[in-house]
């Protein structure tokens, strides 16, 4: 069963940094895209961007290049979502998704952050 | 304002058929990509509910119909019923931004 586990809820201050991440399980990791997708509260979905953990190939949607980073640990299975400075809006819903049949045809729980001072 | 066009908002009685459109350009939907629908129901994540325009994964009840014709996408559910009730969104890939994008969803309310 393929499954995909986030790290749990954040809740963090302006300017602090941030890594979640997203587990994948009972597919082959390395051959499919993960991708992230923010959902901020009470709007629609937003698609971050993606990663090829085989060589770590990375596209983002140029809304967020250069805001985060996404990036994969092939060993264990994972990809990350971080941020170096947090802004309060990026407070948000994140949920990580494998492309598949369709860009997302797998999804995580949701991971949800918070920043606030 | 999304790339895809969604209709904020749709509603039907049970029993009763409604359809959702996704509304792209030349880019998008209009060059030939695939659409995607997903369906989010209150507090839970999205899930797929309709894959590359028209094919339902295991498990999705054929109640639910996608179609593309040119620069748009429907979703169509007939037999509607109040487990339905959620938020729809269709998603495509688009050259200009070289990425995945989203529409804005539809919310569907069941009378």
């Known amino acids: 069963e393929v499954q995909l586990v986030q790290s749990g809820a954040e809740v963090r201050k302006p300017g602090e940094s941030l890594k979640i991440s997203c587990k994948g399980s009972?597919?082959?990791?390395?051959?499919?895209?993960t991708g992230w997708v923010r959902q901020m509260p009470g709007k629609g979905l937003e698609w971050m961007g993606i990663?090829?953990?085989?060589?770590?190939?990375?596209r983002y949607s140029p809304s967020f290049q250069g805001q985060v980073t996404i990036s994969a640990d092939k060993s264990i299975s994972t990809t990350y979502l971080q941020w170096s400075s947090l802004k309060a809006s990026d407070t948000a819903m994140y949920y990580c998704?494998?492309?598949?049949?369709?860009?997302?045809?797998?999804w995580g729980q949701g991971t949800l952050v918070t920043v606030s001072s | 304002q999304s790339v895809l066009t969604q209709p904020p908002s749709v509603s039907g009685a049970p029993g009763q058929r409604v359809t959702i459109s996704c509304t792209g350009s030349s880019s998008n939907i209009g060059a030939g990509y695939d659409v995607h629908w997903y369906q989010q129901l209150p507090g839970t994540a999205p899930k797929l509910l309709m894959y590359?325009?028209?094919n339902r994964p295991s498990g999705v009840p054929d109640r639910f119909s996608g179609s593309k014709s040119g620069t748009s996408a429907s979703l169509a559910i007939t037999g509607l019923q109040a487990e339905d009730e959620a938020d729809y969104y269709c998603?495509?890939?688009?050259?200009?931004?070289?990425?995945?994008?989203f529409g804005g969803g539809t919310k569907l309310t069941v009378l």
């Open positions: 998704t494998r492309r598949g049949n369709s860009d997302a045809d797998y």
């Open positions: 998603q495509s890939y688009d050259s200009s931004l070289s990425g995945s994008v």
């Open positions: 990663i090829y953990p085989g060589d770590s190939d990375t």
């Open positions: 590359s325009n028209s």
């Open positions: 009972g597919y082959s990791f390395t051959t499919y895209w």
